[in-house]
């Protein structure tokens, strides 16, 4: 078994769009959204064990080890597959904590993903989505990969081939609870399935967009700063929010008018993950 395993990558992804169509009896909400990857990610290097121990540095403020999802995933794993070996996993944080952007569940994808490899465990890429499906609905999309419309409650996944334009990202200072924009009375449930939706761009919204702006005023300060540049949108329930540029030069000169207060960055958009490529090296 090889002893290490380094730079693996866990991108971001966008929603350009996210409708919601309706609630069902257990509580969750029927989605339909589209997810694409941008290549701005945190990265993941693991050390293999000769016990079962899982470690994970450094501590990230807020979040007790046990409670994050890459330990999580880790610990899945080696259930799932009786596995005797651990791993030491170092982790490399750029991406913001709970702006929309799936970075703990594209952690735990990765985690999945090279964990797999490393301790030889030869899950197939089905299993492995359904193993990540127990952890959060977004998992599975980092597993597999590819761009993708999302229906149910985001867990059902049909691969599509869009434009890669350039992003320019907004992360405003401030954490929007995604439990309270779903329990919100405002909130949009009735929004119709759309067939092939990634042909109707025209079509794309976002049903929490105007839950989350009542709610957090630098969120709906940001978007409209952004829109003043490009065609801007939140991504999932914030509390980032997007620009579409046609070039990365666009991007930066909107990027370097970005206010103190926020954070941003400027990515391309990805249909195939890096993971993907990445899994493919030695």
């Not at 290490?4 to 909400?29: E, V």
Request: net charge negative; aromatic share 8%.
């Amino acid at each position: 078994m090889p002893t290490s395993s380094r730079n693996w990558p866990a991108p971001a992804k966008l929603n350009l769009f996210l409708h919601i169509n309706g609630r069902r009896q257990d509580g969750y909400h029927e989605l339909q959204s589209l997810f694409q990857f941008v290549d701005h990610c945190d990265q993941l290097h693991f050390r293999a064990r000769r016990d079962d121990g899982i470690t994970l540095s450094p501590a990230i403020d807020g979040v007790a080890n046990d409670d994050n999802l890459i330990v999580r995933a880790a610990r899945l794993l080696q259930r799932h597959c009786d596995c005797p070996f651990g791993a030491d996993i170092e982790l490399e944080k750029v991406l913001p904590m709970g702006g929309g952007l799936g970075g703990g569940s594209s952690n735990a994808a990765t985690t999945l993903v090279a964990l797999n490899r490393l301790w030889q465990l030869n899950l197939s890429e089905d299993e492995l989505a359904e193993l990540g499906l127990s952890l959060g609905a977004d998992v599975p999309v980092f597993v597999r990969g590819l761009a993708a419309v999302a229906d149910g409650v985001g867990e059902i996944l049909r691969p599509v081939e869009i434009d890669q334009p350039w992003y320019l990202v907004v992360a405003p200072n401030v954490a929007v609870s995604t439990a309270e924009i779903f329990q919100a009375p405002e909130l949009t449930r009735n929004s119709p399935k759309l067939a092939q939706p990634e042909l109707r761009p025209s079509q794309w919204h976002n049903d929490c967009v105007g839950a989350v702006i009542q709610r957090y005023g630098q969120v709906a300060n940001a978007l409209g700063w952004l829109i003043q540049y490009a065609p801007s949108q939140m991504t999932g329930t914030g509390s980032c929010i997007f620009g579409t540029f046609s070039s990365q030069e666009e991007a930066l000169v909107a990027l370097a008018d970005l206010p103190d207060e926020w954070r941003g960055f400027v990515a391309r958009g990805c249909n195939r993950s890096p993971l993907l490529d990445r899994a493919l090296q030695p």
